[in-house]
């Protein structure tokens, strides 16, 4: 007996599984979110969110309430970038291991923010219920079974035990590092495996603000910290603070060996203040591994953020990563639910993401070996500047014309040009003299940009559009246009002349261009969205 039927059923209520239920909604599908643990999470984890994720909350339109969150500018805490002292209280000496390119207002309408999890999922579980989504915790998924029309779950609700059934269409495992759902798939995981073994510490200490003399900085690493390393993170605040000792097991240290009195201990000494004032609030045990899923899609089954992909969090990729996973999936089930899309379109989220998600695990480990002092010279060249890693990935799959097999995911520099498989170029246009950017045109439907009326592509891209039943948005970018660049050469941005045209997908990435005239616009125009929608591939 089937108790509940939905389009989407999402397993995991951290900030992927969450996004996931509001991208959906939004896009008029209807999701329940099952969670076990009671509540939303209680700790400030994952508290740097980058450009391009806050771009998506901006398309679905609730960037302003995640922004509302931030406590006054933590913009320059980024600036700030990684540093090491030998105490805290020798913060007038500090080393810059790392000062990571972010954002910029030439390459992104948004900029990165420091807000810790404990906040933003709250607002992020809100909106999921106000697009439609039921969110449940305290119920965790039991078992599934999948077949050609969808999945069948089991779920238990934890305080009674009662279990319920639930029939979706499509099933997202959002659950964690250690996913149930990747493990009833059967999905092995390939990588280093665990890399080092952590304990993140929430403290009150009053005294620390004074001694690091209003420095700012994404992390401060500390070396006194008697036989590790400990992080110092500023990201979500300082009340409480997060400090993250190194632990070995395999000099047989465990977790239970850190009492209050020992953390508050290495805390004194990272600081260089014996009697410093410091209570624990919380402990919690973590691995920093690199594992990637060798799938993640089988059948109607779909994996997104750590249940993909795991890494140390050297970078700040985890949560990122899997909330552009998230978007990646939610905008192409929609697409299939609302019959705008063919179900071969959903084989490119594996296609797409999982090498996004390999590459990002691959330059995690590269910061993780810099920043403990176990990087050679060939490791150091390997690093990524972090725009790229956030900004400048590439996807190529089926869905992409032209997609070149050779281009790696991330390339040495950022090359945001309208190439396809590239995030769109930003640029500020003007729209019935509202100020918008390029990026506020890509959320629901695919769009086309031309620089003249006169080319034809408006109309070949609306028969197009209705041989595949898929909508596609056009307008033209000139003086006289539907919209307006306010300086630069729009067609120059994406790579095309006058009477070119670049088709670009619902997630703000380029699927086709075409840099001048062609001899059959509508031939063109139906492989490029024929490929596109997954029709052609």
């Known amino acids: 007996m089937v108790d509940v039927r939905v389009p989407v059923l999402v397993v995991g209520c951290g900030p992927v599984g969450l996004s996931a239920a509001v991208f959906l909604g939004r896009l008029g599908v209807r999701c329940v979110v099952v969670e076990k643990r009671g509540e939303t999470s209680l700790l400030p984890r994952a508290p740097g969110l980058q450009a391009r994720t806050m771009e998506l909350f901006r398309a679905a339109g609730f960037s302003r309430e995640i922004r509302a969150l931030e406590m006054g500018d933590s913009h320059p805490y980024f600036e700030g970038g990684i540093i090491q002292v030998r105490t805290f209280a020798e913060i007038d000496d500090a080393v810059t291991l790392e000062a990571p390119s972010l954002d910029g207002p030439e390459i992104s309408p948004e900029r990165v923010m420091g807000c810790g999890q404990d906040r933003y999922e709250k607002v992020l579980a809100d909106l999921a219920r106000q697009g439609g989504s039921e969110v449940r915790f305290s119920t965790r998924l039991v078992s599934f079974e999948q077949d050609a029309e969808g999945v069948t779950a089991r779920l238990e609700h934890l305080p009674t035990g009662e279990q319920t059934t639930v029939r979706a269409d499509y099933l997202v495992g959002a659950d964690g590092a250690s996913s149930t759902t990747r493990r009833l798939l059967g999905v092995s995981r390939s990588g280093r495996g665990t890399v080092f073994d952590a304990l993140s510490i929430y403290f009150h200490a009053p005294e620390l603000e004074s001694l690091l003399k209003g420095r700012k900085f994404i992390l401060c690493y ?139 695990a691959e330059q995690a480990m590269v910061r993780n070996r810099i920043r403990h002092g176990h990087a050679d010279e060939q490791t150091r060249a390997a690093m990524v500047d972090d725009i790229i890693i956030t900004l400048g990935y590439r996807y190529r799959s089926a869905a992409i014309t032209d997609s070149d097999e050779d281009v790696p995911v991330l390339t040495p520099r950022l090359r945001l040009t309208g190439q396809p498989g590239t995030r769109a170029p930003h640029l500020w246009l003007r729209r019935d003299g509202e100020r918008i950017s390029t990026i506020d045109l890509f959320w629901d439907d695919f769009v086309l940009l031309t620089g003249c009326r006169r080319t034809g592509w408006p109309e070949a891209a609306e028969r197009a559009g209705k041989q595949f039943g898929t909508p596609v948005s056009s307008y033209v970018v000139a003086e006289d246009g539907d919209l307006t660049p306010e300086n630069g050469d729009w067609a120059r941005a994406y790579g095309v002349g006058p009477d070119g045209a670049v088709l670009v997908r619902p997630d703000a990435f380029v699927a086709w261009r075409s840099p001048g005239p062609v001899d059959d616009q509508d031939k063109a125009l139906v492989d490029a969205l024929g490929r596109a929608t997954g029709n052609r591939t």
């Open 222 to 360: 500390a070396t006194e910290a008697r036989g590790t390393m400990m992080g110092l993170s500023r990201l979500h605040g300082c009340d409480p603070w997060l400090a993250a000792p190194l632990y070995f097991p395999e000099k047989g240290e465990t977790p239970a060996d850190f009492t209050d009195e020992r953390c508050v201990d290495i805390i004194r000494t990272a600081a260089g203040r014996p009697g410093m004032h410091v209570e624990v609030l919380a402990k919690v045990p973590w691995q920093g591994a690199q594992l990637v899923a060798d799938t993640f899609r089988v059948g109607r089954v779909f994996l997104a953020g750590d249940a993909a992909h795991v890494h140390p969090p050297a970078g700040g990729f985890g949560a990122n990563t899997g909330i552009h996973d998230a978007h990646n999936l939610a905008w192409k089930l929609a697409g299939r639910y609302h019959g705008t899309v063919a179900e071969p379109l959903l084989d490119t989220y594996d296609a797409e993401r999982r090498r996004v998600g390999a590459a990002m």
